[in-house]
């Protein structure tokens, strides 16, 4: 007999992994409006397969179960929003306008898709179990990036020495408010009005000089 050939090849075309990837980001970029208008609850993947007009069995081709194609699509407008910080943001050098741009960016980007602020919302209500929500995973994973730039302002001598990690918190949790804010409220000014607002209370402060010499002696005081 003739010696055993090597393992069969599977049937059919081999998986083309671009095509793959391709196809799962349609399927998301698609689900991210249909979840936003109906809720999660009342979200049936029929209507993400409506929405691509494909059958329903496509969908659950590549996602398993609607919480995995909710989550998934949760977790790509994050990535979509980093995409975006590595187009616009990260390739600027000068620190403090990197700052400036990063704020534009962030509000500008929801306000262009206020879908994700509706899935953020969403997860948030529907999934109080998780360890960690989707939003805060990136956040933390971007966290040492930021720390690193604080830490370069204050060895250059233009920044206070305060913890970069309390500098990046504070400034974190006001333009997420900002983007809740802006959404809920429909504020209709320009981003880069806002980001001038933001940016002049963050670098400037709210305190005339006069009265941080003073608040400056009063603690020397005590």
């Known amino acids: 007999m003739p010696a055993k050939a090597a393992a ?6 081999p998986k083309d992994e671009a095509l793959v990837a391709v196809r799962r980001q349609q399927i998301l970029d698609a ?13 049936d993947v029929q209507f993400v ?8 069995g496509t969908v659950y081709r590549y996602f398993p179960s609607k919480e995995a194609l909710f989550l998934a699509a949760v977790d790509r407008g994050m990535q979509r929003l980093t995409e975006r910080f590595a187009a616009d943001v990260y390739t600027i050098a000068e620190p403090l306008e990197r700052m400036e741009q990063a704020l534009r960016v962030y509000l500008d980007f929801f306000r262009e898709h206020p879908e994700y602020v509706e899935l953020l919302i969403l997860e948030r209500a529907e999934f109080r179990g998780r360890k960690k929500p989707t939003y805060a995973q990136h956040r933390d994973a971007h966290m040492p990036r930021w720390h690193e730039l604080f830490r370069g302002l204050i060895a250059e001598g233009r920044m206070r020495d305060v913890p970069v990690e309390r500098t990046a918190e504070v400034l974190n949790d006001l333009v997420y408010g900002t983007m809740f804010t802006n959404y ?3 504020r209709d000014e320009s981003i880069e009005e806002w980001a001038e607002r933001i940016m002049d ?6 305190l005339s000089d006069a009265e941080r010499a003073k608040r400056k002696g009063r603690r020397g005081n005590r």
């Open 31 to 43: 689900a991210a409006p249909v979840f936003a208008q109906h809720g999660y609850g009342n979200t």
């Open 201 to 206: 209370l963050v670098f400037n402060g709210i």
């Open 49 to 56: 397969a409506d929405a691509l007009q494909v059958g329903k």
């Open 8 to 13: 069969r090849k599977p049937r059919g075309r």
């Open 184 to 186: 809920f409220a429909a």
